[in-house]
């Protein structure tokens, strides 16, 4: 089997891996520094749409950088976080569950930030189907795709044992359910968020 056709799961999000990615500085993907900026954009967007979050779901909330920054934000949140991985869970406190369980709830921002790409195909269209039904208005999303693993990530800090797709089929699946308001920022497209037209992507 090949690196690429490998199915990730849940044992692999072990200490090993948090370690890694998130922990190690000379092997990390994004410092604090990088966390606080990414949840200030968020907080700001969110402010200028006049979009008030009162509940958060973080989905594969991982080590949990974007809770500290987002709820010093804003204060009274809810602040929900589900993960596939026992080792998160454990230690950060998340529901145990995969996106593709998530049957319940809607939140005023979804976070799915870089879980996506461990998905195969059929179960990235089910997991964007889930964010859309979990989303009553702004999602912030990410996932790495082809085109970012061949010009823009650092390689030797990232994981290659996904499933690369390009970033037009993310755009594709994404758009049947929301709208690209750039940044990684989208609204869901039955959410009340009213936006100048040069500011959305479609
Ligand atoms: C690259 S890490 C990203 C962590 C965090 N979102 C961040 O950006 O710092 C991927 C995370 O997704 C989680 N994950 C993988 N598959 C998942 C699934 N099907 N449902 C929920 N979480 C999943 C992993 O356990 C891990 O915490």
């Not at 072990?14 to 968020?42: K, P, W």
């Amino acid at each position: 089997m090949s690196r690429l056709s490998r199915k990730p799961g849940p044992a692999a999000f072990d200490r090993d891996y948090f370690e890694r990615y998130y922990a190690d500085r000379r092997t990390r993907v994004a410092s604090d520094d990088q966390s606080i900026l990414v949840c200030s954009f968020i907080h700001a967007y969110a402010a200028f749409l006049d979009w008030p979050v009162r509940s958060i779901l973080d989905i594969g909330a991982g080590t949990g950088r974007f809770m500290r920054p987002l709820k010093k934000l804003w204060r009274d949140v809810r602040y929900t976080g589900v993960d596939v991985s026992d080792y998160a869970c454990h230690a950060y406190g998340w529901q145990h569950k995969s996106i593709l369980d998530l049957d319940r709830g809607r939140y005023d921002l979804v976070l799915c930030h870089d879980v996506l790409q461990y998905l195969d195909r059929k179960d990235a269209i089910a997991g964007i189907e889930r964010l859309a039904a979990r989303c009553r208005g702004l999602l912030y999303f990410s996932a790495m795709t082809s085109e970012d693993w061949r010009d823009n990530v650092d390689r030797a800090r990232s994981d290659r044992d996904v499933h690369l797709r390009s970033t037009r089929w993310y755009r594709r699946e994404l758009g049947r359910h929301f709208r690209n308001l750039g940044g990684g920022v989208f609204a869901q497209r039955d959410a009340p968020i009213v936006t100048f037209a040069l500011h959305a992507f479609d």
